[in-house]
């Protein structure tokens, strides 16, 4: 008895403390910046996908649900503080619904239209897309793109003269202890429009990849000058969909990307790279809004999130999670009624931890 209090004293003081009252099955650990119960500043930079997508609020919820305060700050740039209404119902849409997450999200945005400051550079260009004419072109990592914003940067839309600029975004989040930067997914979806925004040039992914790393370590350069404190999470690339489901064989194209992106922004101090594991045959896509995570996902996403704050050692208190041995096991559970561990529940694609405690399936949500 007295070696097995021993064991159990010394894995907490190593691995920290797992249980403790709520909803849910916590995990503790000593020496974090942000003690349990403390205040937790977040700013997101993203595109279509912190629009219609629910997983900031999914975080945000996660965030109080284990005892931290989140700040409403009065961010100039954020142009949303929930979700919109194109993003889908969840079955816990009542956890948070009501929470405000401000963030900066604009739709079919690549990486380029948050990266300068100034569009001195910007040379006419005669264009070769949808519109004849010439218009303005910049040079990055070597290649030519729009200097316009917007879904295929079209000159003829209102938002193509937009812009979010690095120094307001670091100056709207000098006081973040974390910047989620999920804005440059669209700069691999160039095909769908295209290739308009590289002046109708194909370029392969991993040519892409040059351009978006470039982008975004501006956007980090940016941040930490004002806020070095800041810790910089940059979102992985989801997998490719067809219709609610993952495409199996895009997926080492997709890893590919996503590792090189890895490497470029992880160069930069402060700064993490979050992926994050969608299942396979499994319905955890929207259908209203193709190649978007539903509510499942989101989860996922947010877990994720939640996960690396605490490997980073910013957060004090954090779900638990299963052991590498129960790990997939938990993952691909369905029957979400079979299983009795919180932590498990908490792991599961389609299971989420009800508000009694119990585990209960998640669908994918409805729209609204």
Known sequence: MVIAIALVNYARKVFGRVGGPGRFAVVEQQGARIPAGGEVRLYFVGSSNVAWQTWPDQL???????????????????????????????????????????????????????????????????????????????????????????????????????????????????????????????????????????????????????????????????????????????????????????????????????????DGVQEEPNTAFVDFRIPDGIDMFQTAHPGHLNCRGDRIMATSVLQALYDRHVLARSLALPQAGEADTCFFEAECGNITSKTCCQAAATCRVASDGQCTPYGPGAPK
């Open 60 to 262: 945000h919820m996660y965030l109080s649900e284990l005892g931290y305060t989140l700040p409403t700050e009065a961010y100039a740039h954020a142009n949303l503080l929930t979700a919109s209404d194109l993003a889908p119902k969840c079955d816990d849409q009542a956890d948070f619904q009501s929470l405000q997450t401000p963030r900066i999200g604009y739709a079919g945005w690549g990486s380029w239209n948050f990266a300068f400051d100034s569009d001195d550079d910007c040379a006419a260009t005669p264009y070769q897309g949808h519109a004849s004419g010439v218009y303005p072109f910049r040079t990055i990592a070597g290649h030519a793109v729009s200097c316009l914003s917007g879904w295929g940067c079209k000159p003829d839309k209102e938002e193509a003269h937009q812009r979010v600029r690095p120094a307001a975004v670091a100056e709207d989040a000098k006081h973040a202890d974390v910047v989620l930067l999920s804005h440059w997914i669209n700069d691999f979806k160039q095909q769908y429009s295209g290739y308009s925004c590289f002046n109708s040039t194909k370029f392969d992914s991993l040519t892409i990849v040059d351009i978006t790393v470039e982008d975004v370590r501006r956007l980090i350069r940016a941040v930490h000058k004002v806020n070095p404190s800041a810790l910089v999470l940059v979102l992985a690339l989801r997998p490719e969909a067809s219709g609610p489901r993952v495409v199996p064989e895009a997926r080492a194209k997709v890893a590919a990307i996503n590792g090189k992106i890895k």
